[in-house]
């Protein structure tokens, strides 16, 4: 059992930039992997980036590669995601999702791969 708590989101202009947080608990969560995925109005969510934690591999989506970086906090069992250089087409709300290793592959871009899910937090870049 996973618990995901997330944090950061809010309203910034184009070029600017934010940090989202993901605070995990459970007895199992150093078995997981943490994805970040995006949701707008009228479209689907998108995979975004994940950090396959134990393993160190970090991958992202062609729209953020070189933009979002996402890290993690091992003591606090806290995952960001560092998103800067934020364009318009940003805008969505954002999930912190984790999953079991082993359950998709290694570099899963699908969010029926994720067992839990945090609440959202919506991002907004202004135009």
């Known amino acids: 059992q996973v618990q995901l708590v997330e944090s950061g989101g809010g309203l910034v202009q184009t070029g600017g930039s934010l940090r989202l947080s993901c605070a995990a608990s459970g007895r199992f969560f150093s078995s997981y992997y943490i994805g970040w995925f995006r949701q707008a109005p009228g479209k689907e969510r998108d995979f975004v980036a994940a950090?396959?934690?134990?393993?160190?591999?970090?991958y992202y989506a062609d729209s953020v590669e070189g933009r979002f970086t996402i890290s993690r906090d091992n003591a606090k069992n806290t995952v960001f995601l560092q998103m800067s250089s934020l364009k318009p087409e940003d805008t969505a709300i954002y999930y912190c999702a984790a999953r079991r290793a082993g359950q998709g592959t290694i570099q899963s871009r699908w969010p029926r791969d994720y067992d839990y899910w945090g609440q959202g937090t919506q991002v907004t870049v202004s135009s």
């Open positions: 950090d396959t934690w134990s393993s160190g591999i970090t």
